[in-house]
Protein backbone atom coordinates (compact mmCIF):
# COMPACT_ATOMS: atom_id res chain seq x y z
CA UNK A 1 0.00 0.00 0.00
CA UNK A 2 3.09 2.67 0.50
CA UNK A 3 4.93 1.76 -2.61
CA UNK A 4 1.50 1.96 -4.33
CA UNK A 5 0.98 5.47 -2.57
CA UNK A 6 4.20 6.48 -3.38
CA UNK A 7 3.96 5.64 -6.91
CA UNK A 8 0.66 7.45 -7.88
CA UNK A 9 2.01 10.45 -5.85
CA UNK A 10 6.09 10.52 -6.96
CA UNK A 11 5.43 13.04 -9.49
CA UNK A 12 3.78 15.48 -7.26
CA UNK A 13 6.27 15.33 -4.81
CA UNK A 14 9.09 15.37 -7.60
CA UNK A 15 7.16 18.93 -8.50
CA UNK A 16 7.33 19.71 -5.06
CA UNK A 17 10.75 19.15 -4.60
CA UNK A 18 11.75 21.15 -7.79
CA UNK A 19 9.69 24.48 -6.81
CA UNK A 20 11.46 24.68 -3.70
CA UNK A 21 15.06 24.14 -5.48
CA UNK A 22 13.75 27.03 -7.81
CA UNK A 23 13.02 29.12 -4.76
CA UNK A 24 16.13 28.28 -3.24
CA UNK A 25 17.95 28.97 -6.03
CA UNK A 26 16.73 33.11 -5.34
CA UNK A 27 17.01 33.37 -1.78
CA UNK A 28 19.90 31.98 -1.08
CA UNK A 29 22.29 34.37 -3.22
CA UNK A 30 19.96 37.51 -1.97
CA UNK A 31 20.10 35.87 2.04
CA UNK A 32 23.90 35.52 1.81
CA UNK A 33 24.28 38.83 0.03
CA UNK A 34 21.73 40.84 2.94
CA UNK A 35 23.85 38.57 5.95
CA UNK A 36 27.11 40.13 4.39
CA UNK A 37 25.81 43.32 3.85
CA UNK A 38 24.16 43.68 7.39
CA UNK A 39 27.61 42.22 8.98
CA UNK A 40 30.04 44.69 6.76
CA UNK A 41 28.13 47.99 7.40
CA UNK A 42 28.66 46.94 11.49
CA UNK A 43 24.94 47.04 11.59
CA UNK A 44 24.81 43.83 13.09
CA UNK A 45 27.24 44.77 15.63
CA UNK A 46 25.40 48.06 16.59
CA UNK A 47 22.80 46.08 17.08
CA UNK A 48 23.67 43.46 19.41
CA UNK A 49 25.12 46.26 21.58
CA UNK A 50 21.27 47.72 22.00
CA UNK A 51 19.99 44.28 22.56
CA UNK A 52 16.47 43.73 23.24
CA UNK A 53 15.94 46.68 26.44
CA UNK A 54 12.56 48.24 26.18
CA UNK A 55 14.53 52.13 26.39
CA UNK A 56 17.28 52.37 24.56
CA UNK A 57 19.33 55.44 23.33
CA UNK A 58 19.11 53.84 19.70
CA UNK A 59 19.73 56.73 17.63
CA UNK A 60 23.21 55.23 16.33
CA UNK A 61 22.12 52.87 14.75
CA UNK A 62 19.71 54.86 12.68
CA UNK A 63 21.27 55.54 9.71
CA UNK A 64 23.19 52.14 9.06
CA UNK A 65 19.25 50.71 9.43
CA UNK A 66 18.36 53.35 6.58
CA UNK A 67 20.56 52.07 4.34
CA UNK A 68 20.07 48.39 4.99
CA UNK A 69 16.53 49.48 4.83
CA UNK A 70 16.65 51.56 1.66
CA UNK A 71 19.04 48.77 0.03
CA UNK A 72 17.08 45.57 1.06
CA UNK A 73 13.49 46.04 2.42
CA UNK A 74 12.02 45.69 -0.81
CA UNK A 75 13.06 42.03 -0.95
CA UNK A 76 10.63 41.40 1.89
CA UNK A 77 8.07 41.11 -0.39
CA UNK A 78 9.58 37.74 -1.50
CA UNK A 79 8.08 36.60 2.10
CA UNK A 80 4.59 36.46 0.21
CA UNK A 81 6.18 33.28 -1.70
CA UNK A 82 6.58 32.02 1.23
CA UNK A 83 3.30 32.30 2.35
CA UNK A 84 2.03 30.50 -0.40
CA UNK A 85 3.62 27.33 -0.05
CA UNK A 86 1.49 25.65 2.73
CA UNK A 87 -2.09 26.25 0.95
CA UNK A 88 -0.38 25.04 -2.48
CA UNK A 89 0.69 21.54 -0.67
CA UNK A 90 -3.00 21.23 0.54
CA UNK A 91 -4.07 22.14 -3.09
CA UNK A 92 -2.27 19.58 -5.58
CA UNK A 93 -1.09 17.19 -2.70
CA UNK A 94 -4.18 17.09 -0.22
CA UNK A 95 -7.07 17.93 -2.73
CA UNK A 96 -5.95 15.28 -5.16
CA UNK A 97 -5.21 12.19 -2.77
CA UNK A 98 -8.63 11.18 -2.55
CA UNK A 99 -10.75 13.45 -5.43
CA UNK A 100 -8.92 11.99 -7.69
CA UNK A 101 -9.22 8.18 -7.21
CA UNK A 102 -12.96 8.72 -6.71
CA UNK A 103 -13.32 10.60 -9.73
CA UNK A 104 -11.04 7.58 -12.00
CA UNK A 105 -12.97 4.97 -9.98
CA UNK A 106 -9.51 3.34 -8.95
CA UNK A 107 -10.29 3.30 -5.06
CA UNK A 108 -12.69 0.02 -6.01
CA UNK A 109 -10.01 -1.45 -7.00
CA UNK A 110 -8.00 -1.03 -3.85
CA UNK A 111 -10.60 -1.86 -1.75
CA UNK A 112 -11.75 -5.26 -3.44
CA UNK A 113 -7.95 -6.32 -2.89
CA UNK A 114 -8.42 -6.69 1.07
CA UNK A 115 -7.49 -3.13 2.01
CA UNK A 116 -9.84 -1.34 4.74
CA UNK A 117 -11.07 1.84 3.66
CA UNK A 118 -9.62 3.37 6.91
CA UNK A 119 -6.10 1.29 6.22
CA UNK A 120 -6.15 2.90 2.74
CA UNK A 121 -6.87 6.74 3.76
CA UNK A 122 -4.38 6.57 6.82
CA UNK A 123 -1.53 5.31 4.61
CA UNK A 124 -2.28 8.35 2.31
CA UNK A 125 -2.45 10.49 4.71
CA UNK A 126 0.64 8.91 6.52
CA UNK A 127 2.92 8.89 3.45
CA UNK A 128 2.21 12.29 2.00
CA UNK A 129 1.64 13.93 5.79
CA UNK A 130 5.32 12.77 6.28
CA UNK A 131 6.27 13.62 3.09
CA UNK A 132 4.99 17.35 3.37
CA UNK A 133 6.30 17.49 7.28
CA UNK A 134 10.06 16.76 6.08
CA UNK A 135 9.70 19.69 3.47
CA UNK A 136 7.88 22.37 5.67
CA UNK A 137 10.49 21.82 8.24
CA UNK A 138 13.31 22.77 5.59
CA UNK A 139 11.11 25.24 4.43
CA UNK A 140 10.81 27.06 7.47
CA UNK A 141 14.32 26.99 8.47
CA UNK A 142 15.51 28.49 4.99
CA UNK A 143 13.04 31.10 5.47
CA UNK A 144 13.68 31.91 9.07
CA UNK A 145 17.63 32.29 7.74
CA UNK A 146 16.64 34.32 5.41
CA UNK A 147 14.59 36.46 7.04
CA UNK A 148 17.00 37.22 9.85
CA UNK A 149 18.74 40.26 8.88
CA UNK A 150 15.22 42.18 7.69
CA UNK A 151 13.33 40.63 11.05
CA UNK A 152 16.52 42.01 13.32
CA UNK A 153 16.41 45.17 11.81
CA UNK A 154 13.35 46.64 12.58
CA UNK A 155 10.77 44.48 10.54
CA UNK A 156 10.39 42.01 13.33
CA UNK A 157 9.88 38.45 13.86
CA UNK A 158 6.19 38.98 15.03
CA UNK A 159 5.40 41.26 11.66
CA UNK A 160 2.22 39.84 9.29
CA UNK A 161 4.06 37.29 7.24
CA UNK A 162 7.50 36.95 8.92
CA UNK A 163 5.46 35.42 11.64
CA UNK A 164 4.00 32.91 9.31
CA UNK A 165 6.87 31.40 7.27
CA UNK A 166 9.16 30.93 10.21
CA UNK A 167 9.59 28.93 13.61
CA UNK A 168 6.99 25.50 13.58
CA UNK A 169 3.93 27.69 12.59
CA UNK A 170 4.59 26.66 8.96
CA UNK A 171 4.54 22.88 9.64
CA UNK A 172 1.24 23.06 11.28
CA UNK A 173 -0.21 25.25 8.41
CA UNK A 174 1.13 22.68 6.17
CA UNK A 175 0.12 19.42 7.68
CA UNK A 176 -3.71 21.43 7.84
CA UNK A 177 -3.35 22.58 4.81
CA UNK A 178 -3.37 18.90 3.23
CA UNK A 179 -5.67 17.21 5.77
CA UNK A 180 -7.83 19.72 4.78
CA UNK A 181 -7.60 19.24 1.03
CA UNK A 182 -8.34 15.71 1.66
CA UNK A 183 -11.44 16.57 3.13
CA UNK A 184 -12.23 18.58 0.43
CA UNK A 185 -11.61 15.47 -1.70
CA UNK A 186 -14.01 13.50 0.44
CA UNK A 187 -16.92 16.20 0.10
CA UNK A 188 -16.27 17.30 -3.94
CA UNK A 189 -15.07 13.67 -4.80
CA UNK A 190 -13.45 15.76 -8.09
CA UNK A 191 -10.28 17.40 -8.19
CA UNK A 192 -10.83 20.76 -9.41
CA UNK A 193 -14.08 21.15 -7.09
CA UNK A 194 -12.18 19.65 -4.47
CA UNK A 195 -9.06 22.39 -4.89
CA UNK A 196 -11.45 25.04 -5.08
CA UNK A 197 -12.96 24.47 -1.57
CA UNK A 198 -9.52 23.57 0.17
CA UNK A 199 -8.27 26.83 -1.33
CA UNK A 200 -11.06 28.90 -0.19
CA UNK A 201 -11.25 27.50 2.92
CA UNK A 202 -7.56 27.88 4.19
CA UNK A 203 -7.38 31.28 3.08
CA UNK A 204 -10.56 31.92 5.40
CA UNK A 205 -9.56 30.04 8.57
CA UNK A 206 -5.68 31.42 8.62
CA UNK A 207 -7.30 34.99 8.34
CA UNK A 208 -9.73 34.40 11.12
CA UNK A 209 -7.01 33.17 13.70
CA UNK A 210 -4.20 35.82 12.19
CA UNK A 211 -6.31 38.50 12.53
CA UNK A 212 -8.83 38.07 15.56
CA UNK A 213 -7.51 34.98 17.39
CA UNK A 214 -3.56 35.83 17.68
CA UNK A 215 -3.35 38.79 18.69
CA UNK A 216 -5.42 37.33 21.93
CA UNK A 217 -2.81 34.86 22.56
CA UNK A 218 -1.61 36.24 25.58
CA UNK A 219 -2.60 39.47 27.55
CA UNK A 220 -0.76 42.72 25.83
CA UNK A 221 1.96 44.85 27.50
CA UNK A 222 1.85 48.17 28.08
CA UNK A 223 5.28 50.64 27.61
CA UNK A 224 5.14 54.41 29.02
CA UNK A 225 8.12 57.07 29.01
CA UNK A 226 8.16 60.90 29.49
CA UNK A 227 8.55 62.54 26.62
CA UNK A 228 11.51 64.44 27.97
CA UNK A 229 13.58 61.13 28.35
CA UNK A 230 17.03 61.25 26.86
CA UNK A 231 15.70 57.23 26.33
CA UNK A 232 13.46 56.03 23.85
CA UNK A 233 11.32 53.02 22.99
CA UNK A 234 13.54 50.62 21.15
CA UNK A 235 12.24 49.76 17.86
CA UNK A 236 14.71 47.06 17.16
CA UNK A 237 13.78 44.85 20.09
CA UNK A 238 10.91 42.68 17.48
CA UNK A 239 8.31 43.58 19.52
CA UNK A 240 4.70 43.50 17.81
CA UNK A 241 3.21 46.66 18.57
CA UNK A 242 -0.86 46.68 18.91
CA UNK A 243 -1.06 50.81 19.00
CA UNK A 244 1.33 53.44 20.41
CA UNK A 245 0.50 57.32 20.76
CA UNK A 246 1.59 60.21 23.47
CA UNK A 247 -0.91 60.32 26.24
CA UNK A 248 -1.42 63.59 28.69
CA UNK A 249 -1.69 64.03 32.13
CA UNK A 250 -5.38 62.89 32.63
CA UNK A 251 -4.31 59.71 30.34
CA UNK A 252 -6.41 60.63 27.24
CA UNK A 253 -4.22 59.55 23.80
CA UNK A 254 -3.50 63.08 22.21
CA UNK A 255 -2.02 62.05 19.77
CA UNK A 256 -2.17 58.30 18.13
CA UNK A 257 0.38 57.03 16.15
CA UNK A 258 3.13 59.53 17.03
CA UNK A 259 5.32 60.12 19.52
CA UNK A 260 6.79 63.35 20.68
CA UNK A 261 10.41 63.82 21.85
CA UNK A 262 11.87 67.13 24.11
CA UNK A 263 14.94 65.21 25.09
CA UNK A 264 17.45 67.35 27.50
CA UNK A 265 19.95 67.49 25.02
CA UNK A 266 17.92 69.50 23.24
CA UNK A 267 18.75 72.87 24.86
CA UNK A 268 15.01 73.85 25.49
CA UNK A 269 13.54 71.15 27.27
CA UNK A 270 11.81 73.46 29.34
CA UNK A 271 10.40 75.40 26.34
CA UNK A 272 9.02 72.34 24.89
CA UNK A 273 7.32 70.71 27.19
CA UNK A 274 5.32 74.42 27.56
CA UNK A 275 4.55 74.59 24.15
CA UNK A 276 3.29 70.51 23.45
CA UNK A 277 1.11 71.22 26.99
CA UNK A 278 -0.64 73.69 25.52
CA UNK A 279 -1.02 71.62 22.25
CA UNK A 280 -2.14 68.59 24.11
CA UNK A 281 -3.60 69.18 27.20
CA UNK A 282 -1.81 69.13 30.91
CA UNK A 283 1.49 67.58 32.10
CA UNK A 284 3.04 65.19 32.37
CA UNK A 285 2.90 63.84 28.97
CA UNK A 286 4.54 60.54 28.13
CA UNK A 287 4.78 58.85 25.08
CA UNK A 288 2.88 54.97 25.13
CA UNK A 289 2.62 51.90 23.46
CA UNK A 290 0.60 48.41 24.04
CA UNK A 291 2.62 45.36 22.17
CA UNK A 292 3.76 41.51 22.65
CA UNK A 293 7.27 41.71 23.56
CA UNK A 294 9.76 40.01 21.20
CA UNK A 295 10.43 37.11 23.72
CA UNK A 296 7.13 35.89 23.42
CA UNK A 297 7.56 34.86 19.69
CA UNK A 298 7.71 31.25 20.74
CA UNK A 299 5.25 31.51 22.65
CA UNK A 300 2.68 32.68 20.32
CA UNK A 301 4.39 30.05 17.37
CA UNK A 302 3.78 26.83 19.74
CA UNK A 303 -0.20 27.94 20.90
CA UNK A 304 -0.86 28.62 16.57
CA UNK A 305 0.90 25.54 15.84
CA UNK A 306 -1.29 23.70 18.45
CA UNK A 307 -4.85 25.28 16.99
CA UNK A 308 -3.62 24.03 13.34
CA UNK A 309 -2.47 20.85 14.91
CA UNK A 310 -5.61 19.93 16.28
CA UNK A 311 -7.75 21.14 13.30
CA UNK A 312 -5.52 18.63 11.37
CA UNK A 313 -6.52 15.31 13.70
CA UNK A 314 -10.41 16.92 13.30
CA UNK A 315 -10.28 17.08 9.97
CA UNK A 316 -8.76 13.75 9.26
CA UNK A 317 -10.86 12.44 11.73
CA UNK A 318 -13.64 13.42 9.60
CA UNK A 319 -12.35 12.43 6.35
CA UNK A 320 -12.25 8.92 7.61
CA UNK A 321 -15.46 9.08 8.12
CA UNK A 322 -16.24 10.20 5.17
CA UNK A 323 -14.72 7.88 3.06
CA UNK A 324 -16.93 5.06 4.00
CA UNK A 325 -19.86 6.91 3.10
CA UNK A 326 -18.15 6.77 -0.68
CA UNK A 327 -19.97 4.20 -2.56
Known amino acids: MIWLTWRQHRKQALWTAAALLALAAVLVPTGLAMRSSFQDSGL ?59 ENGTHRLVWTQGISR ?44 VFDVQGIAPIGYTLFAVALGILAG ?14 TAFIAVR ?41 NGTGALVLPDGRIGCAPETGDSAGCLARIAQDYGPAPLTNWQ ?19 LALTVLLVTVAVRRVRRIS
Open 44 to 102: GACLRALGHAELVDNGGCEALSERFRNKYDSTAYLAVLLVLLPVLAGVFLGAPLVAREV
Open 118 to 161: RRWILTKFGLVGAVTLVLSVGYALGAAWWLRPLADNGLGRFRYL
Open 290 to 308: EYQPADRFWTFQAIETGIF
Open 207 to 247: ALVELFARPHFLPAKTLAYAIDSPLMANRFAGSWIYQEGVR
Open 186 to 199: TLARRVLPAMGISL
